[in-house]
């Protein structure tokens, strides 16, 4: 690592609808070069949702941490992902130890002002430009259903995420873990389900109050469908199984 400055700049890129499959990424720019078009061409930044929390992964401390930045598109235990390690150290912030356990990354550290990182960090996070209101919906949905855990524990039910994809622009998919992640983990029975909410041009706010409290005043399983888990399962759990792909 030498002593010379770098400029971070975080770019939200959202794909055309008719990517199926493509969702919104995070492209990280050093000195205008995108890191990882050079070093990583097998899948993805990881989303804003992820990289672009306040407080999120991408804020430095004193203490290093490692970050995944993007994933191959067939997942990580595949073709690989892509991670730095991250450290504020006095008045800079240093990006540096990439690693893909596939194969080797050809990319130095980075040296940033920690100043100018900050900003771009909280510039970024605010910016909200490039959310389509699905999308801003699903994210204000999730936040209020987090909020809610104890509601949808009495309908035997985990929130798993709320998802909106650029190629179905008007859409929702709720997913929920039946009795709840913790049946995955000790190897019990357990059904994924997915309701699939429509979104207006209506408030957003307005939208999410709307569709939180349907969502938790009834048992959400009678109008979603089971969309992972195992035919096992489902006998077990009193539900029907469905050979057809599921999400």
């Given at each position: 690592m030498t002593d010379?400055?770098?400029?971070?700049?975080?770019?939200?890129v959202v794909?055309?609808?008719?990517?199926?499959?493509?969702?919104?990424?995070?492209?990280?720019?050093?000195?205008?070069?995108?890191?990882?078009a050079d070093a990583f061409a097998e899948g993805q930044g990881e989303e804003p949702e992820y990289l672009l929390a306040s407080g999120g992964p991408?804020?430095?401390?004193?203490?290093?941490?490692?970050?995944?930045?993007?994933?191959?598109s067939c997942t990580?235990?595949?073709?690989?992902p892509l991670y730095v390690t991250i450290q504020l150290n006095g008045d800079y912030v240093v990006w540096d130890e990439w690693r893909n356990p596939n194969q080797e990354v050809?990319?130095?550290?980075?040296?940033?002002?920690?100043?100018?990182?900050r900003r771009e960090i909280e510039r970024a996070t605010a910016d909200r430009s490039w959310e389509?209101?699905?999308?801003?919906?699903a994210r204000l949905l999730e936040r209020d259903l987090r909020e809610r855990s104890d509601r949808?524990?009495?309908w035997e039910c985990e929130l798993g995420a709320v998802s909106a994809w650029p190629w179905e622009p008007n859409l929702v998919n709720v997913f929920l873990f039946h009795p709840g992640r913790s049946a995955v983990?000790?190897?019990h029975p357990w059904l994924q389900f997915r309701m699939i909410l429509a979104v207006s041009s209506d408030d957003p706010a307005n939208q999410v109050e709307r569709l939180a409290e349907q969502l938790v005043e009834a048992d959400p399983r009678q109008a979603a469908e089971v969309c992972g888990g195992s035919r096992e399962s489902a006998r077990h759990l009193g539900y029907p199984w469905s050979e057809r792909r599921r999400a």
């Open positions: 010379e400055k770098r400029c971070l700049t975080l770019r939200v794909p055309d609808s008719m990517q199926t499959g493509a969702d919104v990424e995070v492209r990280v720019l050093v000195d205008g070069r995108d890191i990882l991408l804020t430095a401390g004193r203490e290093s941490h490692e970050v995944r930045l993007a994933e191959a990580e235990g595949c073709c690989g050809d990319l130095p550290a980075f040296r940033f002002e920690a100043r100018q990182y389509w209101p699905a999308r801003t919906v949808l524990a009495r983990r000790d190897n």
